[in-house]
């Protein structure tokens, strides 16, 4: 869709119909003072008032058939101008600048100026055919200049407001998409982010009920099933948890805060492995976007899930400084697995970093947003 498309038009001058109206009535009163001696000068006057008024009424509609009467009237004013009490002189001026604030677009000022050079010949030839002096050609050309720049002032500013309606309307269209494009990057992301977590949750479920049916069909170990199954519970409520939190993001509803959530997660993980969790909080507490705190989130849950499953029963420490959240647990915990991989993926995503080694004694994962 174009821009000019989308703007109504404007119409000529900024008065509008208000100021041709104005125009008129100055042209209806100072014609009423007029004394001509022949009546056809009163012929004359009335034809051009009446193409006068054509002329303005279709300056918006038909701009070229608008500038033709407005020139034959500027002209013929002028032709009889000389003429004692004619008071010509007004249609001369009311019509010439109507002329200067239509807008020629393609062909400039080049109307403008030979519709001047008419009416500079016509008051020539008024002042030969009636007897008037070179002072009073100089006066008419004169108030015929100071006229033409004040519509030709008065179209540069009207020029000026389109444009300047037209690069606002272009903002506005600019900023609606960049923001629809911000919105479909982020439904993606967060689709990504929901995909990601499902993949991880159902996959590790679906492993642990395997092994639960097995143990027993083939063994008949009630036992070790039940607690398969016990860890499948545990899976299904963090995957759960996992996707309403993505789906908060999608949906901007609210998310927790991310020390909130922190302490809520180390209390499900202290319940579910019997394992105590020691969380720090330090530095300046920043409102942080959903998508960060659900990035931030599900690298603390992924580390703590991977600190239970290769160094159970040890303590876990996790630190929150600012956008820097660290998770330390004694014994290396081994390389790393799907599950860091998709974390560091979805930090890289909001503008973050993920690491994951041996500290020491200790393996320690650490993200970080910028």
Do not use: C
Not at 122 to 135: I, R, V
Not at 305 to 314: D, V
Not at 359 to 366: I, N
């Amino acid at each position: 869709m174009k821009l000019k498309a989308l703007l109504p038009p404007r119409p000529h001058g900024e008065s509008g119909w208000v100021g041709r109206v104005l125009a008129s009535g100055v042209a209806v009163a100072v014609l009423s003072t007029a004394r001509p001696a022949d009546s056809w000068v009163w012929v004359v006057l009335g034809v051009s008032f009446a193409l006068f008024l054509a002329g303005s009424v279709l300056m918006t509609a038909r701009p070229y058939v608008s500038f033709a009467l407005l020139s034959v009237v500027a002209v013929s004013s002028a032709l009889i101008a000389g003429y004692p009490q004619s008071n010509a002189l007004v249609l001369v001026l009311v019509a010439i600048t109507d002329v200067a604030v239509l807008d020629f677009r393609r062909h400039g000022n080049r109307p403008i100026v030979a519709a001047g050079i008419g009416v500079a010949a016509a008051y020539a030839g008024s002042a030969w055919l009636f007897g008037q002096s070179d002072s009073w050609y100089f006066t008419q050309l004169l108030w015929t200049a100071v006229l033409v720049a004040f519509g030709l002032n008065r179209r540069q500013y009207e020029v000026q407001a389109r444009q300047t309606e037209q690069l606002l309307e272009q903002t506005r269209l600019a900023q609606s998409e960049h923001a629809r494009a911000a919105t479909l990057e982020e439904r993606g992301r967060i689709a990504r982010d929901l995909h990601d977590v499902l993949a991880h949750s159902l996959g590790a479920l679906s492993v642990q009920l395997e092994v639960a049916e097995a143990l027993l069909e083939e063994r008949g170990d009630t036992a070790g099933a039940l607690e398969r199954v016990r860890r499948s519970r545990r899976l299904a409520v963090q995957g759960l948890t996992e996707a309403r939190n993505a789906v908060a993001a999608l949906r901007s509803d609210a998310v927790p805060e991310l020390p909130a959530a922190l302490a809520g997660l180390a209390e499900q993980h202290e319940k579910d492995h019997g394992t105590a969790v020691q969380l720090a909080v330090t530095g300046h507490p920043r409102k942080l976007d959903s998508a960060v705190t659900v990035a931030l989130l599900g690298a603390a849950r992924e580390a703590l899930t991977n600190a239970a499953k290769h160094a159970p029963g040890q303590t876990v420490g996790m630190r929150l400084d600012g956008v820097r959240l660290s998770v330390r647990n004694k014994g290396v915990t081994s390389g790393e697995g799907f599950g860091l991989t998709g974390m560091r993926e979805r930090l890289a995503l909001v503008g973050g970093t993920l690491t994951a080694g041996p500290d020491g004694d200790d393996w320690l994962v650490v993200a970080e947003v910028e």
